[in-house]
């Protein structure tokens, strides 16, 4: 990483798997109440080696006031060990708690500051350099495969960006090495962070219908150049997906009763077509400029004429 919010929750750039920042900052804080809690202990342990200028008398609550005032370098001065046994437990064991528990806050603080400040450069630069780029609207089923046509044809997973709504399939898109933008592919602001304007083409595989006619037509506002390929359950909403800016639509509902139509007649069709859908065999696609070699002669010269 990721409505318009912090650019970090936005887009979650290609990284290793690593624990949630929460959980490192629940740990740290975790320490600092260990140490709040073990200083409070020996505070109450020895305090008759204390002495209180209200009263003179230093209460448990006393005891947990003077060691959050402590703990944190505050000080005030109201409560003071008088005692020698009670002055060497401060100068051996609370000190040295004093300068972890402040090592962990500020540890803390620049952990979170470093993290943003890291977040937000590398996504300064991924969006200084993202172009000519894929974004894939939906990681599910079909996104995935869709994902995986295009890194067999050589699209390199950091020219594809997956724009999804569930923050947990979104960091599966990053633990696969594709950059992913967490929202809702409605929003203007989800798209555009996406870069879709700086796109190659827009892959639409959504589940709804509804949704994948909202996405085309504020894809094709925001970017009325780029080729948007969508997908559709019903032949009729494939239409107006073609009305709403689609460049191809795929209607699933449709091709797989086609299928099931040819594969009742004629079987050995359906195995092409299979393998052509396979992936990595069986037989394959591929588009490829024609050589001067190959250019043959023109209809009026080739001798062959076609029947009306």
């Known amino acids: 990483m990721l409505s318009a919010v912090s650019p970090s929750a ?17 740990l740290r804080l975790g320490l600092a109440l260990f140490l709040v809690l073990v200083n409070w202990a020996l505070v ?33 001065g109201d409560i003071t060990p008088v005692t020698t046994h009670a002055r ?27 993290r943003r400040s890291r977040e937000d450069f590398q996504l300064f630069r991924w969006r200084k350099r993202v172009n000519d780029h894929v974004v894939v609207c939906g990681y599910g089923t079909k996104g995935r495969n869709a994902v995986r046509a295009l890194l067999l044809q050589g699209q390199p997973p950091e020219g594809i960006v997956v724009v999804e709504t569930d923050p947990t399939v979104a960091a599966e898109a990053n633990a696969a090495g594709l950059a992913s933008v967490t ?12 870069k879709v304007d700086r796109a190659r083409a827009v892959i639409i ?22 080729t948007i390929v969508a997908t559709a359950r019903d032949a009729a909403n494939g239409e107006l997906l073609r009305q709403s800016g689609a460049t191809s639509v795929i209607v699933s509902a449709e091709t797989a009763g086609r299928l099931l139509g040819l594969a009742a007649g004629t079987p050995a069709t359906v195995a092409t077509v299979e393998e052509l859908l396979s992936f990595g065999e069986g037989l394959d696609l591929a588009v490829r ?10 209809p009026r010269t080739s001798g062959y004429r076609c029947s009306p």
């Open 10 to 26: 936005l887009v979650g750039l290609p990284t290793r798997p690593s624990s949630h920042p929460l959980v490192a900052i629940a």
């Open 44 to 76: 109450v342990i020895e305090r008759t080696g204390y002495t209180d200028s209200r009263d003179g008398v230093v209460s448990a609550t006393d005891a947990l006031y003077y060691t959050t005032v402590t703990l944190t370098t505050t000080g005030y």
């Open 88 to 114: 060497m437990v401060n100068t051996l064991a609370v000190t040295p708690m004093r300068f972890l528990f402040v090592v962990v806050l500020v540890g803390t603080t620049i952990h979170a500051l470093t």
């Open 183 to 194: 929202g809702c592919s409605t929003r203007g602001s989800v798209l555009q962070a996406a």
């Open 205 to 226: 595989a959504l589940r709804s219908d509804d949704t994948a006619i909202l996405v085309t037509l504020r894809t094709r506002s925001l970017a009325p150049d780029v």
């Open 289 to 298: 400029p024609v050589t001067e070699q190959e250019v043959g002669p023109g």
